[in-house]
C-alpha cells in the first residue's frame, strides 16, 4: 500500500478482497447462477465500516499499546478477539438482511459458532499482522487475511452454520453441496410458524 495514502489504499484495497471472497465462494458454489448484486452488497459493507473500522481501530490499538514486545501484542491481540471481531462479523451479516426478524435469528444461531471458528483463524493471523506488519500496512494485510475469511463467511450466510466442518465439508464436494444445517432448519420452522399465524 501506498504510504502516502494510507487511508485510500488500505480500505479500498480491504473492501476489494473482501468482496473478492464473496466472488470466489459463488464462482465455485453457483457459477451458472452469479448474484452480482450480493457482491456489490458485501464490497459496500466492506468499505463503508469494515475497512473504515479495521483502518482506525489498527491504530488505536497501536497508540494505546504501541511496540512489539510479548505483552503488549497479547493486549492488542485479547482486545481485538473479543471487541472488534464479533463486532465486525455482527455488522458483516446485518448490513446485509432486509428482515429484522431474520437479523436477529442470524445473529442468535449463527454468531457463536462464527465466534468459535474465528478463534481457529484470527487470533494467528494477527499475531503475524501485530508482529511483522508496518502499521501503514496492516489494514491491507488484514484485507489479505479477510479474503479467505470473506470466502467462509459468504459460504456460512448462504450454505452453512459457520462452523468449520460443514466448510470443510463444502470444500472436498462445493458442488454437490446440499445439507441443510441446524441454522437454516430451524430458521425455516421459525419462518413457517409466523406464517401460520
Known amino acids: 500500500c501506498n504510504p502516502r495514502f494510507p487511508w485510500l489504499a488500505n480500505v479500498t484495497l480491504y473492501g476489494c478482497l473482501f468482496a473478492g471472497g464473496d466472488l470466489v465462494h ?7 447462477h452469479m448474484d452480482w448484486k450480493h457482491t456489490r452488497n458485501v464490497a459496500i459493507v466492506a468499505i463503508s ?20 514486545s510479548a505483552g503488549m501484542v ?6 481485538d478477539q473479543s471487541f472488534a471481531s464479533p463486532l465486525a462479523t455482527s455488522v458483516f451479516y ?20 462464527l465466534f468459535q471458528t474465528g ?3 484470527w487470533p494467528f493471523m494477527q499475531f503475524l499482522n501485530f508482529v511483522l506488519m508496518p502499521l501503514y500496512m496492516r489494514t491491507a494485510f488484514m484485507g489479505c487475511c479477510a479474503f479467505l475469511w470473506a470466502t467462509f463467511l459468504c459460504f456460512s450466510r448462504q450454505n452453512g452454520d ?4 460443514v466448510a470443510f465439508a463444502f470444500i472436498m ?16 420452522y421459525t419462518v413457517s410458524q409466523g406464517q401460520g399465524h
Open 162 to 165: 459457520g462452523t468449520a466442518g
Open 49 to 68: 465500516f469494515q475497512g473504515n473500522f479495521n483502518y482506525f481501530w489498527l491504530r488505536a490499538l497501536e497508540r494505546r499499546f504501541p511496540g512489539k
Open 94 to 113: 446485518t448490513g446485509k438482511m432486509g428482515s429484522f426478524h431474520f437479523i436477529h435469528m442470524e445473529t442468535l444461531i449463527v454468531s457463536c459458532f
Open 74 to 79: 497479547f493486549r492488542k491481540l485479547l482486545l
Open 119 to 121: 478463534l481457529m483463524y
Open 173 to 188: 464436494d462445493p458442488r454437490s453441496f446440499g445439507v441443510k444445517t441446524c441454522y437454516y432448519i430451524y430458521f425455516e
Open 26 to 32: 459463488q464462482l465455485i458454489a453457483q457459477k451458472e
